[in-house]
C-alpha cells in the first residue's frame, strides 16, 4: 500500500459476511478497507440460530467478537461511516464517504444486505425480527408447536403455509384482505387445519416484541405466538446498482458462482445476493468471496510479468 488511502480491495459492509471476506482477505497479506455504518438489519432480533458453533447467541455478540478477530490481521483496517459515492476510475474505483474521505481500490466488495420495507401495521416493526419471523430455518424450532400466524396471500401464501406446518399444525393464514388462493389450495390448506382468515389487519397486540394477539380491522382478536411474514425489500445501498451492477427480478444482485456482479472488479455476497438469509450463509459467501478476489488479484500480478 503506497498510500494510506489506497487499498487492494475495499469492503462495504461489516456484518458476517463483510468480516468473512475481510478474515479470508487478511489471511492473504492483502490490504483491506471496511467500511461499516453500524446498522446490520438483524440489530432487533435477540438471538441468531443455525450457525454451528454459535447457535442460540445474540447477533452482536457474534458480529462484535468476529470483528476482534478480523483487527488481529493488520493489514485490515476499518472505517466507521457510511459509503455514499462510487466511481470507477482507470486502475479501479474510488469510494468516498459522507464524512468527504475518499478511499481507492481495485476491486470492490459489496456485503451490504438489504432494507426490509416493513408494512404499516401497528406493531408490525416492534415485533419484526423478534416474534414476527422471516425464516423458519432460522427461528421455527424456538416456536415449533405454538399458535402461528402466517401474513402472505396467493401462490406465496400457500407455499409458506406448506412450509411453516413442518414446524407447527396449530396455523392460520393471514390473508389481510381477499384471499387471492385458488378454490384447489383452499381446499388444501383447510383439509390439513389451516384456517384463513382474509380481514384486513389493523395492529398487533405485543409486551417489548412478543406477539400476543393480532387484531383485525373488524374487532376480530386471535391469539398467537409468533408470526411468518416476508416484507417486500430493497437494497440496502444504491452504490452497486449506481456502477451498473445487474438486479434480478426479486431486487438482488446479480452474482455469479464465483460472486462476481456484472460490473469487472465489483463483487457481492451475503443478503444482498440472495433469498437466502442466514449468519451461516452470509459468512460461506464473504468467506468464498474473500479467496476469490485474492486468487485474482495474484492473476493479474502475473500476468503483468
Known amino acids: 500500500m503506497i498510500n494510506s488511502n489506497i487499498y487492494d480491495v475495499i469492503i462495504i459492509g461489516g456484518s458476517?459476511?463483510?468480516?468473512?471476506?475481510?478474515?479470508?482477505?487478511?489471511r492473504s497479506l492483502r490490504q483491506v478497507l471496511v467500511i461499516d455504518s453500524g446498522l446490520p438489519c438483524n440489530r432487533q432480533t435477540p438471538h441468531s440460530h443455525n450457525f454451528i458453533t454459535q447457535d442460540g447467541e445474540k447477533p452482536a455478540v457474534i458480529s462484535a467478537k468476529a470483528k476482534l478477530q478480523v483487527d488481529l490481521y493488520k493489514t485490515v483496517h476499518f472505517y466507521n461511516g457510511l459509503a455514499v459515492k462510487a466511481v470507477r476510475k482507470e486502475n479501479g474505483f474510488e469510494i468516498s464517504t459522507e464524512s468527504g474521505e475518499v478511499f481507492s481500490a481495485g476491486k470492490i466488495l459489496f456485503a451490504t444486505g438489504v432494507k426490509d420495507l416493513l408494512p404499516e401495521i401497528k406493531g408490525f416493526a416492534d415485533c419484526w425480527g423478534i416474534s414476527v419471523l422471516?425464516?423458519?430455518?432460522?427461528?421455527?424450532?424456538?416456536?415449533k408447536n405454538e399458535k402461528t400466524a402466517i401474513i402472505a396471500n396467493g401462490e406465496i401464501?400457500?407455499?409458506f403455509a406448506k412450509l411453516i406446518s413442518n414446524w407447527t399444525k396449530d396455523l392460520r393464514l393471514c390473508t389481510n384482505g381477499?384471499?387471492?388462493?385458488?378454490?384447489?389450495?383452499?381446499e388444501i390448506l383447510t383439509k390439513h387445519g389451516v384456517q384463513i382468515f382474509e380481514d384486513e389487519i389493523d395492529s398487533f397486540e405485543h409486551k417489548e416484541g412478543y406477539?400476543?394477539?393480532?387484531?383485525?380491522k373488524n374487532d376480530v382478536k386471535v391469539?398467537?405466538?409468533?408470526?411468518?411474514?416476508?416484507?417486500?425489500?430493497?437494497q440496502h445501498c444504491s452504490l452497486p446498482i449506481d456502477l451498473g451492477c445487474e438486479v434480478s427480478e426479486q431486487g438482488l444482485l446479480k452474482v455469479d458462482a464465483m460472486q462476481k456482479t456484472s460490473i469487472a472488479n465489483v463483487y457481492a455476497s451475503g443478503d444482498c445476493t440472495?433469498?437466502?438469509?442466514?449468519?451461516?450463509?452470509?459468512v460461506s459467501t464473504g468467506s468464498f468471496a474473500g479467496a476469490v478476489m485474492n486468487k485474482e488479484l495474484i492473476e493479474e500480478y502475473f500476468s503483468l510479468i
Not at 422471516?134 to 416456536?143: D, M, Q
Open 211 to 216: 406477539i400476543q394477539n393480532i387484531i383485525f
Open 274 to 282: 440472495t433469498q437466502m438469509r442466514s449468519v451461516a450463509i452470509a
Open 178 to 186: 381477499k384471499s387471492t388462493l385458488t378454490l384447489e389450495q383452499t
Open 16 to 26: 458476517y459476511s463483510g468480516l468473512s471476506a475481510a478474515m479470508s482477505l487478511g
Open 134 to 143: 422471516h425464516c423458519p430455518y432460522c427461528h421455527g424450532y424456538e416456536v
Open 223 to 234: 391469539a398467537v405466538k409468533a408470526i411468518y411474514a416476508r416484507p417486500s425489500f430493497e
Open 157 to 159: 401464501g400457500f407455499d
